[in-house]
């Protein structure tokens, strides 16, 4: 069983900086996807930065300022936020695609973290 564990949230003030961490246990064959997502109230959950065997994709808003990255000794994801603007208030999820033989590609995300950029 795959499991996920966020930290790393939490209130900052403009201008600020974060960074969320993202520890993944469990047995796997490959890891496809692995990124962060994030929910502000009354919108989508959209896409923030991810990382695939392939390239890196950030979301429009946040290039230049958030950086995403893995060490795969220590099986995690990281997002590095710097310049934080209220709009970027969010709950922010990690997030794995991973494969196995028996199960294929399975989507898996973690608990949320909550971001607050405020004065």
């Known amino acids: 069983q795959v499991q996920l564990l966020e930290s790393g ?4 003030q403009p201008g600020g900086s974060l960074r969320l961490s993202c520890a993944v246990s469990g047995s796997w064959n490959v890891i496809n996807i692995m990124g962060w997502y994030r ?4 919108k ?6 991810r990382i695939t065997t392939r390239n890196i ?3 429009d808003s ?3 300022r958030f ?6 000794p220590k099986n995690s ?9 209220p709009e970027d208030t969010a709950v922010y999820y990690c997030y794995y695609n991973i494969y196995t033989y ?3 590609s399975v989507d898996y995300w973690g608990q949320g973290t909550q971001v607050t950029v405020s004065s």
């Not at 929910?39 to 009354?42: E, F, I, K, R």
């Open 9 to 12: 949230g939490g209130l900052v």
């Open 39 to 42: 929910q502000a109230p009354g």
């Open 44 to 49: 989508q959950r959209e896409l923030v930065a």
């Open 57 to 59: 994709n950030y979301a």
């Open 62 to 64: 946040v290039k230049g």
């Open 67 to 72: 950086t995403i990255s893995e060490d795969t």
């Open 77 to 85: 994801v990281y997002l590095q936020m710097n310049n934080l603007k």
């Open 102 to 104: 028996r199960s294929g």
